[in-house]
């Protein structure tokens, strides 16, 4: 798939920017603070509702403008399909598909298939477990949408029975309800759990190719689910198996849990392992190890979801400038085999020739076409 | 702003479920411009409420006498009792005109995080009604989301020891009337999970 226009009005910086597209590279050149993560912003927006940047959409929202609003044109397999989103503060945002509204704005969710690479990402390397099974639910939910269900429920679920562990160490009463929100949490958790292992099974090869393509002279790295059952995760990926073993472990930790008011089992204290050679990525690796474990993971995010159906658009927000000319050679050819891919980079040297497709100046909330490409 | 009691009347109206400002601005002019017969009307319905509504004391429903028309009603069948969570989803069974037996309102569901535990809902009345009472099914319609569905276990498990007693969980599944592709992948899925030979 690809989008062949973007539309951003009111959006961040941006009063009014239109973004003609082709399939191939497309490389948006700018100093800093001139909007190109911002048009790239949309385009995840469009894709996910929800930003890679900030958690709520009132930044979104330009300035003293009341809404903004994103559209996209996306072809696939030779349709064309727009999609609009208009995201107010305060309100609940609104979808059309081909210029029809449709009864929820998640329903538009998932038209457009994007793998975003950015600066932030570096946080799946260094940062808490917590962004590691983000970028985990989120792939899921790409994968099959029941999974952003599976993972709201468990939310719920997990919320609810934390909630009775506090006020159960206080009171020492209503513990005859703690059994039935256990039998829930197992019941979500194990479909949840399900999902990731698989994924993460499934990912690990993807994610060792891509390391080794943008860093061929480092150690090889693999990935590893880990659950809080520790050892007793069973091997398999059956949701009755698993859901039986979660409801062991927390009878296992029961009394714990009723001491500290927390629940200690489940995947919401699960973590995706990031192996480098024998040990942990984590505080071992060297800065430009982590960046290239981080663009690893969307790549090979990228090649999974290529290899299970339409190829989603590859988006590489301000990443050449962090690797060398070796590196950014290597990923310069992942890049130009992609259906799409959209580049961001302060200055045009940063961009390796191979990429030769659309260029496009951005400063001075305008966007220009290069003439010279 | 306005001045003095009209703006007192917006601001009650305004805290009401529903009602935003510019509602309740129209709903408040709305009254200034109404016969002061309609405007008594509505106050003495406020101060009934106030002075207190009366519950039926066998099912929980909001009644006007000590118990309710349903279960004063011989007419129904007094086998079968239909668990809710709220009145209003009395009313919303009874305008389907299918069921027939008696109704069993809990007052809400398990939420811990408001501090509703088993013991803040009508749960002791239910066991007790089955204990007394010729009860041979009960069925339970508890709302299908996080809390009506952990209520619905855990009445399971407090009803499964009754000797004869069945037990039964509203079907969820797809809206009638409505298209296949309209529905939500939770929904959908449930219904695939739920689906039955033909």
């Known amino acids: 798939m ?24 497309t490389v948006l050149l700018g100093r800093n603070g001139q909007g190109k993560t911002n048009l790239v912003e949309a385009l995840g927006y469009a894709a996910t509702l929800s930003s890679h940047r900030v958690a709520s959409d009132a930044p979104l929202i330009r300035r003293g403008a009341q809404r903004a609003v994103v559209r996209t044109a ?21 979808a059309l598909l081909n210029r029809g509204a449709v009864p929820r704005t998640r329903d538009v969710a998932g038209i457009l298939r994007t793998v975003l690479f950015a600066p932030e990402d570096l946080a799946l390397v260094r940062g808490d477990p ?79 190719a891509a390391y080794a393509g943008v860093a061929p002279e480092s150690v090889p790295i693999d990935i590893r689910y880990r659950s809080s059952l520790g050892e007793q995760v069973p091997e398999s990926t059956d949701v009755t198996e698993l859901e039986q073993a979660l409801l062991e472990g927390i009878a296992r930790v029961r ?34 190890e982590s960046w290239s474990f981080a663009l690893a993971l969307r790549l090979g995010a990228y090649e999974l979801l290529r290899g299970e159906g339409s190829e989603p658009v590859l988006i590489l927000d301000d990443v050449f400038a962090e690797l060398d000319r070796r590196r950014r050679g290597k990923l310069a050819e992942v890049a130009t085999a992609a259906e799409q891919v959209i580049v961001t980079a302060a200055v045009g040297e940063d961009v390796p020739a191979e990429l030769d497709g659309d260029r496009f100046h951005v400063s001075n909330g305008m966007v220009t076409a290069d003439a010279s490409a | 702003m306005y001045e003095g ?9 305004g805290a009401l479920p529903g009602v935003g400002p510019k509602s309740a601005q129209r709903i408040a002019f709305h009254l200034l411009a109404t016969d002061a017969a309609d405007i008594n009307r509505l106050i003495t319905a406020l101060q009934q409420v106030a002075k207190g509504v009366r519950f039926c004391e066998i099912c929980g429903n909001v009644a006007a ?39 069993h309102v809990l007052g809400g569901a398990l939420d811990p995080l408001s501090g509703v535990g088993p013991d803040q809902l009508r749960i002791k009345e239910l066991l007790g009604r089955i204990g007394r009472d010729e009860i041979t099914e009960v069925i339970i319609a508890t709302d299908p989301n996080t809390e009506g569905e952990a209520t619905a276990t855990y009445l399971v498990r407090m009803l499964r020891d009754f000797p004869g007693l069945s037990v039964t969980r509203l079907a969820s599944g797809l809206p009638m009337g409505g298209d296949l592709e309209f529905a939500d992948e939770l929904t959908l899925g449930r219904a695939f999970t739920g689906r039955r030979a033909v």
Request: hydrophobic share 40%.
């Open chain 1, 2 to 25: 690809y989008v062949r226009h973007l539309q951003v009005t009111d959006f961040r910086s941006w009063e009014l920017a239109d973004l003609p597209l082709h399939p191939g590279p």
């Open chain 1, 74 to 94: 996306i072809v696939q397999d030779g349709r064309e399909v727009t999609v609009e989103l208009e995201i107010t503060s305060g309100k609940a945002n609104r």
């Open chain 1, 130 to 208: 917590g962004e590691r099974r983000s970028f985990l639910d989120g792939l899921l939910a790409l994968r099959a949408p029941r999974f952003a269900g599976i993972r709201s429920d468990y939310e719920r679920v997990l919320k609810q029975r934390s909630a009775l562990l506090k006020t159960a160490r206080a009171a020492k009463s209503n513990l005859s309800t703690l059994e039935v929100w256990d039998g829930h949490l197992a019941a979500q958790g194990a479909a949840l759990l399900a999902g990731r292992i698989e994924l993460s099974a499934a990912l690990a090869p993807h994610v060792a």
């Open chain 1, 255 to 288: 009394d714990q849990e009723l001491e500290r008011g927390v629940s200690l089992i489940g995947p919401h204290r699960d973590d995706l392992e990031l192996l480098l050679g024998e040990g942990p990525a984590k505080g071992y690796a060297s800065h430009g």
């Open chain 2, 5 to 13: 009691p009209v703006q007192d009347l917006i601001d009650e109206l």
């Open chain 2, 65 to 103: 006498d000590t118990t309710c028309r349903i279960c004063g009603d011989a007419r129904r069948d007094p086998l079968l009792v239909c668990v809710v969570e709220e009145p209003k989803d009395v009313l919303a069974i009874e305008r389907t005109r299918e069921f027939k037996g008696r109704y």
